[in-house]
């Protein structure tokens, strides 16, 4: 059974950091695509970051590149998203994603990040 379980999310003032993780289980994890999404209310649900399986490449939304770094431990099966220099607008509940090579996609049940003073 898949499962993937963010934590890590909080409240946090401007200018702060947080650091998101997501635990994978039940997929060869070093073989899956992942990616981090995010949504606030009332706005659709977005990319944030992915990180790709072969070469760990990575790609950024423009809102969060020098800001956010996505990262991958396939040894401890474990995805994470490091945000620093946080602002309001990055208040949304964050999501993990893996794209397997089965073509399954599989979403966390979210965690969320409240940026404010």
């Known amino acids: 059974q898949v499962r993937l379980v963010e934590s890590g999310g909080g409240l946090v003032q401007p200018g702060g950091s947080l650091r998101l993780s997501c635990a994978a289980s039940?997929?060869?994890?070093?073989?899956?695509?992942m990616s981090w999404y995010r949504q606030a209310p009332g706005k659709e649900r977005e990319l944030v970051a992915l990180?790709?399986?072969?070469?760990?490449?990575?790609n950024y939304a423009d809102s969060v590149k020098g800001r956010f770094t996505i990262s991958r431990d396939n040894a401890k099966n474990t995805l994470y998203l490091q945000m620093n220099s946080l602002k309001p607008e990055d208040t949304a509940v964050y999501y993990c994603?893996?794209?397997?090579?089965?073509?399954?996609?599989?979403w966390g049940q979210g965690t969320q990040v409240t940026v404010s003073s």
């Open positions: 039940g997929f060869t994890f070093s073989r899956a695509s």
């Open positions: 994603k893996a794209d397997l090579l089965s073509l399954n996609v599989y």
């Open positions: 990180i790709t399986r072969t070469f760990g490449s990575t």
